[in-house]
């Protein structure tokens, strides 16, 4: 069991649908006394991966000194990584997949996460529009060899305030106990 968890929200939108589905998952986790730090990645300031190669150099130390230092340093402890977003154009906010080019920094051997999962939310009413996501999530997966602690897909949201009462903020608080 997990009890140090990075969450990575890339939703543009505080306090929307992508939020409050985080917000299940953490307070699902810190009822079962796990730590999370949540970091809003739209809020930050964080740079685009150059190709540069200067991190596979220097041993997960980025060119780039921008907020993604802080990011690094917490999924460097961390045992479990969450991603949270939004679907957008069938993938993950370009937010969100910005800072997961930057995580290539760190090999395996420079953190201990074992664990992942990914909490989405869509406008679509059916997941398909997800599948995108899900592949470059479970590509992921694969190339760190992490374990994958679940996927929770809220669709038809249309609105800021629809995803309230939905079975998914129950799924994301059992998976915050359980990862």
Sequence with gaps: MCKNIVLLS???RKGGNTDKLADAFIKGAESAGKSVTLFR???MSIDFCIGCSHCFEEKGVCIHKDD???VLDAIRKADALVFASPVYYCSV??????VLDRTCA??????????SALLMTCADETSGTADGAIVMYKSVLAYK???NAGVIIATGLYGERTIEGREELEQARILGREI
């Design 68 to 70: 993604m230092q802080t």
């Design 41 to 43: 990645v739209a809020d």
């Design 93 to 98: 906010s370009a937010q969100l997949k910005l």
């Design 145 to 147: 060899k992490w374990d």
């Design 106 to 115: 760190l090999t395996n051997e420079q953190t201990s996460v074992k664990r």
């Design 10 to 12: 890339g939703s543009p």
